[in-house]
């Protein structure tokens, strides 16, 4: 289960860094709203998935309150999953 929430580890902080740095300044640049609405369902579904995984496998990986509170609060920081991922989630 582990390998899974680094998959959606990984692609949450893809999907956010597209939408923060293609998809909104291609909305407030052109004014074409088209890339958001494609990326930010998606997003969205891996954020809520992310947030689940991780509240689901902390007895299993044994973060402490301190770490739990760094992996829930890295979903929100562009780049933060990666962070996880690298710190967290090694094999």
Same mark, same amino acid.
């Given at each position: 289960?582990?390998?899974?929430?680094?998959?959606?580890?990984?692609?949450? *902080? $893809?999907?956010?860094?597209?939408?923060?740095? $293609?998809?909104?300044?291609?909305?407030?640049?052109?004014?074409?709203?088209?890339?958001?609405?494609?990326? *930010?369902?998606?997003?969205?579904?891996?954020?809520?998935?992310?947030?689940?995984?991780?509240?689901?496998?902390?007895?299993?990986? !044994?973060?402490?309150? !301190?770490?739990?509170?760094? $992996?829930?609060?890295?979903?929100?920081?562009?780049?933060?999953?990666?962070?996880?991922? !690298?710190?967290?989630?090694?094999?």
């Amino acid at each position: 289960m582990v390998i899974f929430f680094r998959l959606i580890a990984f692609l949450e *902080g $893809v999907s956010y860094l597209l939408l923060l740095f $293609v998809a909104v300044p291609i909305k407030y640049l052109y004014g074409d709203p088209q890339y958001v609405k494609l990326l *930010g369902m998606p997003h969205g579904l891996l954020f809520l998935a992310y947030v689940v995984l991780a509240i689901w496998l902390r007895p299993d990986i !044994k973060w402490n309150q !301190k770490d739990f509170l760094i $992996v829930l609060v890295a979903s929100i920081i562009p780049f933060g999953t990666f962070y996880v991922e !690298k710190k967290y989630l090694k094999s």
